[in-house]
């Protein structure tokens, strides 16, 4: 695979944006129903320039081809700025070159174009722009009565310039600022290329086909006359340089080039202590920054002299001047990308550059300034409101939804604001969870990839059911939710969720933490809309359970002969499952349950404010439908089960011995978790605890045992001691969150020792740098201690399972088969097989017992699969691609904000910057998915954003997906599955259809393949058995032919 860029020249392009318009109603990917016409309030003007909308693209990966321009523009972006060009242009650029799964990282910097190749990018997109704008009525009405205009376009270009004077006056950098100011003829060229085209036969076809016209006066005027590309200028200059540089630089931009100007400063001015205090204080101390470089850059005093002068010379020749923040923020690389260095920017660096803005603003209380550090659409109306603009925003673009973001941020900023500049404070715009690095704990959770190997095709799936122990169906149920069909939604739900009352209300919702929405704003309320379904779906169970028997599945409703009997010992969350599923498949269940009521630790040791009994009462009545047998308050052996005549003898009696904690002296009055939590809820108001309760661990038990102290009679403070840090505790944050704010207190990094006249002695720890098996740093003594008053102490550091209840009932593990014993058909499950676990995976180990005794009884019916069919893609669709790059708030009923990534991810594709990856809509049989992945290698530079965010760990988008190269020597430097068309320039002849003749195919075992072409009807085949991959190809040749042209 090539790491070069190849633009598409200008007749391509045209037949590319107006093949795909004319036939998807889109432009490289981008629906016509996000095409942003800005409202008829009045533009803004910057410095004698029409902007219809003060929000853009930053100078980077979304400004640096023709084709991201257009699409930025397209969404709404109206200040442009263009990616920066400098003396040493074509670069090269380690790769991947960009990491923005929360904050972002890079390490690219200025164009990997030729300062050639760049101009002419900034200039098709240009005369493209002005040709869109008139014919999808793109501009606001109101700009022709701005006065003193000089451009009432409605849209600017910046371009960018750097690093220093030698190379910003040398003849190519200095040839590139003339033509992009009107004064040379490129613009004039490629003017009049563009008429030829627009009155061409494809022209004529797509003007009337839209009924619309070209703009071709202007166009004329402009291949006569020329014209100014951009009127503003930005200047980047390099960490280090020194203030009498800058200072010349920008003398050199107002005087000699006469040219409104930004000078990007950087966050580094407010010091390297106040820049370290602001990330520490949000939560982002594994940033490290050096001082070093802090030290060499530009000091505040000698900014403030810099930007003091060039106000009054701006002034004195009639340009307009102002600062851009922030330029980057240089931190020391602790990701992937190769270097010592990468540059940060994303939310981390919003409160960090606008304490910067504010510092500007109260220096300069007139001085215009451009701001581009984690702007998004949740706080753009808080920037505008302070008259801080032009705001443009990269990192935002980079995440999923991608270019669609940009509209909802020219939504969100199209308002009549406040244009005059006002002191403010930056700390009160820089302000909640949004900013705080526990707000999204992605790494915690893989960021959200699954552990599997990316397809070449039918790569679509939900991460919330993937990463679901029993893969519940979520999109669909909540697809069910929405269309009002509950029993649709319960019956889903049960189909694999036996415990549906219990998983909506205890769920440690692992499928929340993988959802897509993580990346715009918050998960889909995934628990509480099962929660929703269960409670509205409940009265339908008799139906929905007759649906899900095996009965129902045979082609005959007779009765059947009922395959075996199953005892299964243990009426806990595991037992209970297990008793649904075999009953469900035809199976006479008994349950043996010890305590009086079935629930196990669910109901007897999960605090009553946690969940309340009559839901799992209610999962209970589940099995009861189901014709299960329930005995409690009894005890069974193996032994007397074998007796009574059971086929199968399933053990679910959980790991409820608590693990004991190692100290040099216990003396006091110390409890298990488990004892005390079983005695909380039978009265909590007969336990005497005392004042200060102490709780050791950090899991989910150790949660519910402080917030079951605080509420106990006489306790003044219970403290959590755990002997790592916050970020590895392994409570789930909801949990942690929900005891902090019931008032309990925390001491990280704390080991036990001893306990002795009601103090507990504790080891202060530190992390150490090496890692346990879980990726968490394992801790370190410092050799100091603490001493905590302690009345009673609670010990939560886990449990195991009843040996010696194995060891009475002679059943030994099989170490090799998981659920498997010593003893023939009998099974365990639960956390007598994982040890202490969620709800969810001991349901997991229920359905997998339950398919092992269904394959040794040979019924081959699936009982967990009964999903109804689909019967409408499109409709799905629709709703998942309007809802593209759009925060949304969870509502009450949260069953709107799904993206059904099942069946429309299309991550890969939104978040290209060059829109490398395009999605084929094809309906074929042998494919599961209505649109497959064509990745266009010209388009590529291996920036390694779409492997960032594609959900499969294993695998590549860039690298795995079927990939059309231009040419046999791209095609030969790469390994990609792909293809390239073995023909010289390809146009159309007088049928209509391209001159394909045949094509070479590198297939997903990098076997080649030379195929035939052949034409008929207008229509091209491929000459084959019918396989599938080759009718796919067979497919992109006759629907996106634009992408095959060439000159």
Same mark, same amino acid.
């Given at each position: 695979?090539?790491?070069?860029?190849?633009?598409?020249?200008?007749?391509?392009?045209?037949?590319?944006?107006?093949?795909?318009?004319?036939?998807? =109603?889109?432009?490289?990917?981008?629906?016509?129903?996000?095409?942003?016409?800005?409202?008829?309030?009045?533009?803004?003007?910057?410095?004698?320039?029409?902007?219809?909308?003060?929000?853009?693209?930053?100078?980077?990966?979304?400004?640096?081809?023709?084709?991201?321009?257009?699409?930025?523009?397209?969404?709404?972006?109206?200040?442009?700025?263009?990616?920066?060009?400098?003396?040493?242009?074509?670069?090269?650029?380690?790769?991947?070159?960009?990491?923005?799964?929360?904050?972002?990282?890079?390490?690219?910097?200025?164009?990997?174009?030729?300062?050639?190749?760049?101009?002419?990018?900034?200039?098709?997109?240009?005369?493209?722009?002005?040709?869109?704008?008139?014919?999808?009525?793109? +501009?606001?009405? &109101?700009?022709?009565?701005?006065? &003193?205009?000089?451009?009432?376009?409605?849209?600017?270009?910046?371009?960018?310039?750097?690093?220093?004077?030698?190379?910003?006056?040398?003849?190519?950098?200095?040839?590139?600022? /003339?033509?992009?100011? =009107?004064?040379?003829?490129?613009?004039?060229?490629?003017?009049?290329?563009?008429?030829?085209?627009?009155?061409?036969?494809?022209?004529?076809?797509?003007?009337?086909? @839209?009924?619309?016209?070209?703009?071709?006066?202007?166009?004329?005027?402009?291949?006569?006359?020329?014209?100014?590309?951009?009127?503003?200028?930005?200047?980047?200059? #390099?960490?280090?340089?020194?203030?009498?540089?800058?200072?010349?630089?920008?003398?050199?931009?107002?005087?000699?080039?006469?040219?409104?100007?930004?000078?990007?400063v950087n966050p580094t001015l407010l010091g390297y202590q106040r820049v370290k205090s602001i990330l520490h204080s949000h939560g982002f101390d594994y940033i490290s920054l050096s001082e070093?470089?802090?030290?060499?850059?530009?000091?505040?005093?000698?900014?403030?002299?810099? *930007?003091?002068?060039?106000?009054?010379?701006? /002034?004195?020749?009639?340009?307009?001047?102002?600062?851009?923040?922030? !330029?980057?923020?240089?931190?020391?690389?602790?990701?992937?990308?190769?270097?010592?260095?990468?540059?940060?920017?994303?939310?981390?660096?919003?409160?960090?550059?606008?304490?910067?803005?504010?510092?500007?603003?109260?220096?300069?209380?007139?001085?215009?300034?451009?701001?581009?550090?984690?702007?998004?659409?949740?706080?753009? +109306?808080?920037?505008?409101?302070?008259?801080?603009?032009?705001?443009?925003?990269?990192?935002?673009?980079?995440?999923?939804?991608?270019?669609?973001?940009?509209?909802?941020?020219?939504?969100?900023?199209?308002?009549?604001?406040?244009?005059?500049?006002?002191?403010?404070?930056?700390?009160?715009?820089?302000?909640?969870?949004?900013?705080?690095?526990?707000?999204?704990?992605?790494?915690?959770?893989?960021?959200?990839?699954?552990?599997?190997?990316?397809?070449?095709?039918?790569?679509? #799936?939900?991460?919330? +059911?993937?990463?679901?122990?029993?893969?519940?169906?979520?999109?669909?149920?909540?697809?069910?939710?929405?269309?009002?069909?509950?029993?649709?939604?319960?019956?889903?739900? @049960?189909?694999? &969720?036996?415990?549906?009352?219990?998983?909506?209300?205890?769920?440690?919702?692992?499928? #929340?933490?993988?959802?897509?929405?993580?990346?715009?704003?918050?998960?889909?309320?995934?628990?509480?809309?099962?929660?929703?379904?269960?409670?509205?779906?409940?009265?339908?169970?008799?139906?929905?359970?007759?649906?899900?028997?095996?009965?129902?599945?045979?082609?005959?409703?007779?009765?059947?002969?009922?395959?075996?009997?199953?005892?299964?010992?243990?009426?806990?969350?595991?037992?209970?499952?297990?008793?649904?599923?075999?009953?469900?498949?035809?199976?006479?269940?008994?349950?043996?349950?010890?305590?009086?009521?079935?629930?196990?630790?669910?109901?007897?040791?999960?605090?009553?404010?946690?969940?309340?009994?009559?839901? *799992?009462?209610?999962?209970?009545?589940?099995?009861?439908?189901?014709?299960?047998?329930?005995?409690?308050?009894?005890?069974?052996?193996?032994?007397?089960?074998?007796?009574?005549?059971?086929?199968?003898?399933?053990?679910?009696?959980?790991?409820?011995?608590?693990?004991?904690?190692?100290?040099?002296?216990?003396?006091?009055?110390?409890?298990?978790?488990?004892?005390?939590?079983?005695?909380?809820?039978?009265?909590?108001?007969?336990?005497?605890?005392?004042? !200060?309760?102490?709780?050791?661990?950090?899991?989910?038990?150790?949660?519910?045992?402080?917030?079951?102290?605080?509420?106990?009679?006489?306790?003044?403070?219970?403290?959590?001691?755990?002997?790592?840090?916050?970020?590895?505790?392994?409570?789930?944050?909801?949990?942690?969150?929900?005891?902090?704010?019931?008032?309990?207190?925390?001491?990280?990094?704390?080991?036990?020792?001893?306990?002795?006249?009601?103090?507990?002695?504790?080891?202060?720890?530190?992390?150490?740098?090496?890692?346990?098996?879980?990726?968490?740093?394992?801790?370190?003594?410092?050799?100091?201690?603490?001493?905590?008053?302690?009345?009673?102490?609670?010990?939560?550091?886990?449990?195991?399972?009843?040996?010696?209840?194995?060891?009475?009932?002679?059943?030994?593990?099989?170490?090799?088969?998981?659920?498997?014993?010593?003893?023939?058909?009998?099974?365990?499950?639960?956390?007598?097989?994982?040890?202490?676990?969620?709800?969810?995976?001991?349901?997991?180990?229920?359905?997998?017992?339950?398919?092992? *005794?269904?394959?040794?009884?040979?019924?081959?019916?699936?009982?967990? /699969?009964?999903?109804?069919?689909?019967?409408?893609?499109?409709?799905? /669709?629709?709703?998942?691609?309007?809802?593209?790059?759009?925060?949304?708030?969870?509502?009450?009923?949260?069953?709107?904000?799904?993206?059904?990534?099942?069946?429309?991810?299309?991550?890969?594709?939104?978040?290209?910057?060059?829109?490398?990856?395009?999605?084929?809509?094809?309906?074929?049989? !042998?494919?599961?998915?209505?649109?497959?992945?064509?990745?266009?290698?010209?388009?590529?530079?291996?920036?390694?954003?779409?492997?960032?965010?594609?959900?499969?760990?294993?695998?590549?988008?860039?690298?795995?997906?079927?990939?059309?190269?231009?040419?046999?020597?791209?095609?030969?430097?790469?390994?990609?599955?792909?293809?390239?068309? &073995?023909?010289?320039?390809?146009?159309?002849?007088?049928?209509?259809?391209?001159? @394909?003749?045949?094509?070479?195919?590198?297939?997903?075992?990098?076997?080649?393949?030379?195929?035939?072409?052949?034409?008929?009807?207008?229509?091209?085949?491929?000459?084959?058995?019918?396989?599938?991959?080759?009718?796919?190809?067979?497919?992109?040749? !006759?629907?996106?032919?634009?992408?095959?042209?060439?000159?």
């Open positions: 695979m090539e790491n070069d860029l190849k633009p598409i020249d200008i007749e391509k392009l045209f037949f590319w944006l107006s093949e795909e318009f004319l036939r998807d =109603g889109s432009i490289f990917g981008i629906d016509h129903s996000y095409f942003y016409k800005p409202s008829n309030s009045i533009p803004l003007n910057l410095w004698g320039n029409a902007l219809d909308l003060p929000i853009g693209p930053a100078a980077g990966p979304h400004t640096q081809l023709a084709q991201n321009i257009i699409v930025s523009y397209l969404c709404g972006g109206r200040f442009i700025e263009l990616k920066t060009v400098q003396k040493e242009d074509k670069i090269s650029v380690d790769k991947p070159c960009i990491f923005a799964i929360d904050e972002g990282y890079n390490v690219e910097w200025s164009t990997e174009l030729s300062i050639k190749e760049a101009l002419e990018e900034y200039i098709k997109a240009y005369l493209f722009i002005l040709v869109l704008k008139e014919i999808f009525n793109l +501009k606001s009405k &109101n700009s022709d009565k701005l006065s &003193n205009v000089f451009n009432n376009d409605g849209f600017i270009f910046a371009m960018s310039v750097g690093y220093s004077l030698d190379g910003i006056t040398s003849p190519k950098v200095d040839n590139f600022i /003339e033509e992009m100011s =009107g004064k040379n003829d490129t613009v004039k060229k490629l003017a009049e290329d563009l008429i030829l085209i627009l009155e061409s036969e494809n022209g004529k076809k797509f003007k009337a086909r @839209i009924n619309a016209e070209y703009p071709l006066e202007r166009l004329k005027n402009i291949a006569k006359n020329s014209t100014k590309i951009s009127p503003i200028i930005t200047l980047s200059t #390099m960490h280090g340089t020194k203030p009498e540089e800058i200072d010349k630089i920008v003398q050199y931009l107002l005087i000699e080039k006469n040219i409104n100007t930004f000078l990007k070093e470089s802090f030290e060499h850059d530009l000091q505040m005093h000698n900014a403030l002299q810099i *930007i003091s002068k060039m106000h009054k010379v701006a /002034e004195e020749q009639k340009v307009g001047f102002g600062i851009k923040i922030s !330029n980057t923020l240089g931190v020391l690389n602790h990701t992937s990308l190769k270097g010592e260095m990468s540059y940060l920017s994303g939310r981390p660096i919003f409160p960090i550059s606008l304490e910067l803005a504010e510092k500007m603003r109260r220096e300069f209380k007139l001085l215009p300034i451009s701001f581009s550090a984690g702007v998004d659409q949740e706080n753009v +109306k808080s920037l505008l409101n302070e008259g801080i603009y032009p705001l443009t925003f990269v990192t935002d673009l980079l995440k999923p939804g991608g270019y669609h973001r940009m509209n909802s941020i020219a939504s969100s900023s199209d308002y009549s604001f406040k244009r005059k500049a006002k002191l403010f404070v930056a700390s009160e715009i820089a302000t909640g969870e949004k900013y705080l690095k526990s707000s999204k704990s992605l790494e915690k959770y893989n960021y959200g990839k699954i552990s599997k190997q990316l397809p070449l095709y039918d790569c679509f #799936m939900a991460p919330c +059911k993937e990463i679901c122990p029993i893969n519940q169906d979520v999109p669909e149920y909540l697809r069910a939710i929405k269309t009002k069909q509950f029993e649709s939604a319960f019956k889903i739900i @049960i189909s694999k &969720n036996p415990l549906p009352f219990t998983t909506s209300i205890i769920c440690t919702h692992p499928c #929340m933490n993988y959802c897509t929405r993580n990346f715009y704003d918050k998960p889909v309320c995934i628990r509480d809309m099962k929660f929703y379904a269960s409670k509205k779906g409940f009265k339908y169970a008799v139906n929905a359970l007759n649906k899900l028997s095996i009965k129902d599945k045979l082609e005959t409703k007779q009765d059947i002969d009922y395959p075996g009997s199953v005892a299964i010992v243990g009426g806990g969350q595991a037992g209970i499952a297990e008793a649904h599923f075999l009953a469900r498949s035809g199976f006479k269940v008994s349950l043996f349950e010890k305590e009086d009521s079935p629930g196990g630790v669910i109901s007897s040791i999960i605090p009553k404010f946690r969940i309340n009994k009559r839901f *799992i009462e209610k999962d209970v009545e589940l099995i009861k439908l189901l014709g299960v047998n329930i005995n409690t308050g009894s005890s069974v052996s193996v032994k007397e089960l074998r007796e009574k005549g059971f086929d199968y003898i399933i053990l679910a009696i959980g790991a409820n011995k608590p693990r004991e904690l190692v100290l040099e002296e216990k003396n006091g009055n110390i409890l298990d978790s488990l004892t005390f939590l079983k005695q909380w809820n039978i009265n909590r108001h007969r336990l005497k605890l005392g004042k !200060n309760v102490v709780i050791v661990g950090g899991g989910n038990s150790a949660m519910d045992a402080s917030r079951a102290a605080i509420r106990s009679p006489g306790v003044k403070k219970v403290t959590v001691v755990y002997r790592r840090t916050e970020k590895e505790i392994p409570a789930d944050r909801e949990e942690l969150e929900n005891a902090i704010e019931d008032g309990v207190s925390f001491r990280m990094l704390r080991q036990p020792v001893s306990f002795k006249n009601k103090t507990l002695t504790c080891e202060i720890m530190q992390p150490g740098e090496k890692k346990d098996k879980d990726g968490r740093k394992v801790s370190i003594p410092i050799g100091k201690y603490e001493l905590l008053a302690v009345d009673t102490l609670i010990v939560a550091i886990g449990e195991e399972e009843d040996k010696k209840w194995l060891a009475e009932n002679n059943i030994e593990k099989d170490k090799e088969n998981k659920y498997f014993t010593n003893a023939k058909n009998i099974f365990l499950i639960g956390d007598l097989v994982r040890g202490p676990s969620s709800v969810v995976e001991v349901i997991s180990d229920a359905k997998a017992v339950a398919q092992i *005794i269904l394959n040794q009884k040979n019924i081959k019916l699936d009982i967990f /699969e009964n999903n109804e069919p689909i019967d409408n893609l499109r409709l799905i /669709e629709e709703s998942a691609r309007l809802d593209r790059g759009k925060f949304k708030k969870p509502d009450r009923v949260d069953d709107n904000r799904c993206l059904a990534c099942n069946y429309y991810c299309l991550r890969c594709v939104d978040v290209c910057p060059n829109r490398a990856n395009i999605s084929i809509p094809y309906s074929n049989k !042998n494919f599961r998915n209505f649109y497959q992945i064509l990745h266009i290698d010209d388009f590529c530079n291996q920036c390694g954003n779409c492997q960032t965010f594609c959900p499969y760990e294993k695998g590549a988008p860039n690298i795995d997906k079927l990939t059309y190269y231009s040419s046999e020597q791209r095609f030969t430097n790469s390994q990609n599955p792909g293809f390239f068309i &073995n023909s010289g320039k390809i146009k159309f002849d007088d049928f209509g259809l391209l001159n @394909i003749d045949s094509l070479i195919y590198r297939d997903g075992d990098r076997k080649i393949h030379n195929l035939k072409v052949l034409k008929k009807d207008g229509l091209y085949f491929i000459k084959n058995d019918c396989k599938s991959d080759l009718l796919f190809l067979e497919h992109i040749l !006759n629907y996106r032919r634009e992408i095959f042209w060439s000159n």
